[in-house]
């Protein structure tokens, strides 16, 4: 039996993804905590550090199992003993068979900490849709059994060889259906359940820093590179066209919501700007590597026009979600997945048609008809349902239980102070000194008039 070899460029390719998909997550936080008000910003951008910590043990002892483990419980979930964390497998190769132990050359352990970036952004993406009013607790309560419910196993049903993969075969190269959709309908599910922030839509509620929000937007549009073209996994010509692509299709996605801003206020923003980057990550992530990257930039240009619109849906329907968590990724992952029905093209990537690996179709405008279009919505359809009901249901029980949106008046003085005891911004003094910075310098800021001294009695004129 021929001994398993690691491929070292791949495997560095993988790390180095990894890393940059990891980055996202705080990067998100910057995103989201810029966006949001500056009484509840910590908050905000502890929900993306905690799930960090929550998501990435889970994912180790059972989260990996069950999204890529052998078929279990007629497709719905993996085997959960066959990765469980007290296992180890350091010599194990992803993809090995008997005949070719070396699998992709990539080790299994590479393999799992790569998705494991994955399962950490997606359930953090959530958090956008409930800021300035969920308890810390209920937040991590809910973000443990959104991903143990849905986020495992859509990710093993999309990816994993589960039911939907099987009688479906729907395509998502880096995570439009498991990772964004999932997310957006989550979002509305578990924001419906908590209602409209006090205030909201009369009081205006805008960023409380911008340039928070542009650097978050920078970093995620820089870690998105790990994101889609490290889901690839080896390094070819398929992984290169899912960078090109990405670049284009955010490029266009962004001037596509600088014209919705310029023809509907007059005004194009740095937050537009910022927002459009993001929409047109999502769209293009689950299409980038079967796509031409024509495609990819009208694809690009469509999402950052499209939801630009659509984030305005909230103020039509009465929901609020607070960061626009379903008018930029739930909508932008829905038109990245039905844009693979019309554009997927296996000249491009041949494990689109090839039943060993994808068994999909050409999109219409590449000769496969509309099967694959088909195809793209009806799992779409499957996880925004199952992913609303179930995050609809864990929030009301949460809400029900130990409580999940924080009171009145916490929300009003400050989540931050309420759930953190403490806040972003301490503008008072660093003494009781009225004098202030310039004074603990030894800096004087102005010269107070010399007293006048009272003349002797000597000297005093009469009356």
């Keep these: ?102 699998g992709n050359g990539i080790p299994t352990y590479v393999f799992m900490v790569f998705q494991m970036t994955f399962a950490v952004i997606t359930v ?26 849905v986020y495992f196993p859509v990710a093993h049903n999309v990816w994993g060889g589960g039911w939907i993969f099987q009688h479906l075969h729907p395509l998502d190269f880096a995570g439009g259906t498991a990772v964004h959709i999932n997310a957006g309908a989550a979002a509305l599910g578990v924001a419906l359940v908590l209602g409209k922030r006090v205030g909201w839509p009369r009081e205006s509620m805008k960023p409380h820093n911008v340039p928070f929000v542009a650097l978050g937007a920078g970093l995620l549009w820089f870690g998105w590179f790990g994101f889609n073209a490290g889901s690839e996994l080896t390094v070819d010509g398929v992984t290169g066209l899912a960078f090109v692509n990405t670049q284009v299709a955010t490029a266009a996605a962004v001037l596509g919501w600088v014209i919705v801003e310029w023809i509907r206020d007059r005004k194009p923003t740095l937050v537009g700007a910022s927002s459009g980057a993001v929409a047109g990550l999502v769209a293009i992530t689950p299409a980038c590597g079967f796509i031409d990257s024509w495609a990819a930039v009208l694809l690009g240009l469509v999402a950052g026009l499209v939801c630009a619109l659509a984030v305005s849906l909230k103020y039509r329907f009465g929901f609020d979600d607070s960061l626009d968590v379903v008018g930029v990724h739930f909508v932008g992952g829905w038109i990245g997945s039905l844009s693979l029905g019309l554009f997927a093209n296996d000249k491009l990537n041949s494990a689109i048609s090839d ?104 000297e005093k004129v009469a009356g």
């Design 1 to 102: 039996m021929p001994e398993a070899t690691i491929n070292t460029g791949h495997t560095a390719w993988l790390l180095v993804s990894t890393a940059l998909v990891l980055l996202m997550t705080p990067a998100l936080a910057l995103f989201y905590g810029g966006l949001n008000r500056n009484k509840g910003v910590l908050n905000m951008m502890m929900m993306s550090f905690s799930t960090i910590g929550l998501v990435s043990i889970l994912w180790l002892f059972y989260g990996f199992s069950a999204s890529f483990g052998a078929d279990s419980a007629g497709g719905l979930f993996g085997d959960l003993g066959q990765y469980f964390g007290s296992k180890t497998y350091i010599d194990q190769m992803w993809l090995a068979t008997t005949d070719n132990p070396s």
């Design 124 to 149: 953090a993406l959530i958090s956008g849709a409930i800021s300035d009013r969920a308890k810390f607790g209920g937040w991590l309560l809910f973000a443990f059994g959104w991903a143990t419910l």
């Design 355 to 458: 039943p060993a690996l994808l068994g999909a179709k050409n999109g219409l405008f590449f000769g496969g008809g509309a099967g694959q279009l088909g195809a793209q919505a009806g799992a779409s359809a499957i996880v925004t349902v199952y992913s609303f009901a179930v995050a609809f249901a864990l929030a009301f029980i949460i809400q029900k239980t130990i409580g999940f949106r924080v009171s009145t008046e916490a929300e009003v003085e400050g989540i931050d102070i309420a759930e953190h005891a403490e806040s972003a911004y301490d503008l008072t003094p660093g003494t009781g000194s009225s004098a202030g910075a310039f004074a603990l310098a030894g800096v004087a800021t102005s010269k107070a008039p010399a007293p006048v001294a009272e003349a002797p009695a000597s």
